[in-house]
């Protein structure tokens, strides 16, 4: 049923390294037995982790390196000494055909600067950009670019509709995922230029390998209203950032309020099974890894802090991105729009 | 103690008019006993709505007509019909020196169009803003601009921070408040060189009426890192939004978790104390209110769907704006740092 597929892992990326990710790695192959593992680091500390998951182990090859980018190194540092590096290696691995894709819990900015420079744009795309799967009251929706790039025009926020339905395509199963460009609601400033020329080409193209809803607002994106959401990077970090910060915030309130007496610690406690189920479904770890889009590769990068249970998720994603052969079929998005596209490049 | 003070009400604004403009009034006056109103609308429903309300009909004049703005018209269309409006009519008030403050639930683009036409940007000021009140788990802090411009150089970046400033010591009783440049978070890419050229201005400035903490990300807003966080208008609305779209989606999460089983639903009854400091703590209303910074005089835009506590709230800003003498104190303090502005501005 499922191909066998392998995943290229930086084993010493994120706050905890193979500590993380070789447990994430073991738990990811419970759910897709037919991968295997390409793993990239300190030979030693992997091993001393593999040791503890026979089945991981029995599926796993290990290439050493000694070094490794910090987490808060610049992108042109960590580029400078790039190539040594277990980010670097994994990437490469992707670009030999080795492996499917790479996933990293390493430093964002380095790991996008190399994979541009490993991987390059695919034809005719401007910008990669990074997608986030964004928890909604339905499922989840795909939330584009939440911060490879500070701004975008029309072209390149066309080309992340492209890029974040092909995402959708392969998560959701849909044939046309709908999309929304992320807009304010003051009448008199809807929108810049480029967010109303990417509306306009969107809303009048034919045979579009989605469906243009139209404009969406900030608090729709947590409803479901479509299945992707376009932005550029500022505004899109910002908003995923914000969002994070709320259900943070509302967990201290909710924690507060259930302690605020007895009757209610008792009450909660009685509660305890329904907590449950909002804690899973406010989990972050459920939808962590940013996809890089745009590449000719598949490369996502999970949350640095994040456990097992969240690398996991990070390698599922690199996983469904592989199976659905993303990057092909993005590919012949592209192509076949790229008559419609050339006039809004010119425009 | 407190100075008397006259506030002009738009009645005729938001989705009910004066029937939840009038209540608002009501509740707002049992807290600031010193207040007058001047209300601008439709004589006949307006004397409806204070036959119930004697205490308030005692310290109201109502000024009489026919005209309304829309809520969904254009802001282009409200101005051509403009000066008979009660929206309009409320803000020249303030112009005339006949009220401290106006309050308005209309169209946003409309109440800010004509807001600049009637009262005119301050000298120094290119752009006035929307600030809005963000709950936190301290207390509260000021976000601007939320949608008042779509994109924002240093120099007005700049100028929120000062009008920021001012709004929070008229707030927080805080000599100089703390401000914050929102920015994300991916190291390669940190900021705009809008946003980088402003930080560099607000941390190398001495004297300046505010305590720069250099940039924040989206996930800091509620936490209360900072008294006021700065953000050009686009990035600005679609945080705010997404906060409460995010705050909306958790509570229909934890309504759904609260009725999962019998047992959860019984503890849920049982901490229904617990459950109604939190609703109290996520209620919008209690922070409702937009605040155009930078005019001459000040105006107020209430949530349009709000009801009469909400809306009381937004006039209780109006009063704490307008008590704290905000315009001539923002005058002073913008007097103040011009010359050191003087070398944003060329540069």
């Known amino acids: 049923m499922t191909a066998p597929r392998t995943i290229a892992l930086d084993a010493m990326g994120g706050d905890h ?21 390409r793993i990239f680091g300190h030979q030693a500390r992997i091993s001393a982790e593999l040791d503890k998951q026979p089945a991981l182990a029995a599926r796993c090859e290990i290439i050493h390196t000694d ?15 790039g190539k040594g590096t277990s980010m670097w290696l994994a990437v490469e691995d992707v670009k030999a055909g080795r492996a499917h894709a790479a996933v990293s819990a390493g ?8 994979s541009k420079l490993i991987l390059r744009p695919m034809a005719g795309i401007e910008r990669p950009a990074i997608a986030a799967l964004w928890p909604t009251v339905k499922s989840e929706c795909i939330v584009l670019d939440v911060g490879a ?9 066309i080309d992340f509709a492209l890029m974040g339905a092909a995402m ?3 998560l959701f199963h849909a044939d ?25 080409w969107l809303k009048e193209s034919q045979n579009l ?10 608090d729709q994106i947590g409803q479901g209203v479509v299945d992707v959401v376009v932005v550029e990077g500022f505004a899109g970090n910002i908003a995923l950032k914000t969002a994070e910060g709320t259900a943070r915030q509302i967990g201290q309130y909710l924690r507060m ?12 406690l009685l509660a305890k099974g329904g907590f449950e189920v909002l804690k899973k479904k406010m989990d972050p770890r459920r939808v962590n890894g940013g996809t890089f889009l745009g590449l000719n590769g598949i490369v996502i990068k999970s949350h640095g802090g994040t456990d097992a249970l969240g690398f996991a998720s990070a390698i599922d994603l690199g996983y469904d991105m592989a199976e659905s052969d993303l990057v092909t079929r993005l590919a012949a998005d592209l192509h076949a729009v790229e008559g419609q596209l050339a006039a809004v490049r010119a425009g």
Do not use: C, W
């Not at 390294?17 to 593992?37: T, Y």
């Not at 046309?176 to 306009?200: F, M, Q």
């Open 17 to 37: 390294g193979p500590e993380v990710v070789i447990p994430g790695a073991a738990l990811s192959l419970v759910r897709h037995p037919a991968l295997s593992f």
């Open 67 to 81: 070094t490794v980018v910090a987490m808060h190194e610049k992108p042109s540092q960590a580029m400078r000494r």
């Open 107 to 114: 430093n964002t900015g380095a790991l996008m600067a190399m």
């Open 149 to 157: 790039n500070i701004g975008a025009d029309a072209r390149q926020l």
């Open 168 to 170: 959708g395509r392969a």
């Open 176 to 200: 046309r995922p709908s999309v929304g460009l992320l807009n304010v609601g003051v009448e008199e400033i809807k929108g810049g230029e480029a967010v109303r020329d990417a509306h306009t």
């Open 209 to 218: 390998p989605l469906a243009y809803h139209g404009f969406v607002e900030g």
């Open 257 to 268: 309020a259930m302690t605020s007496s007895l009757v209610a610690k008792m009450g909660a």
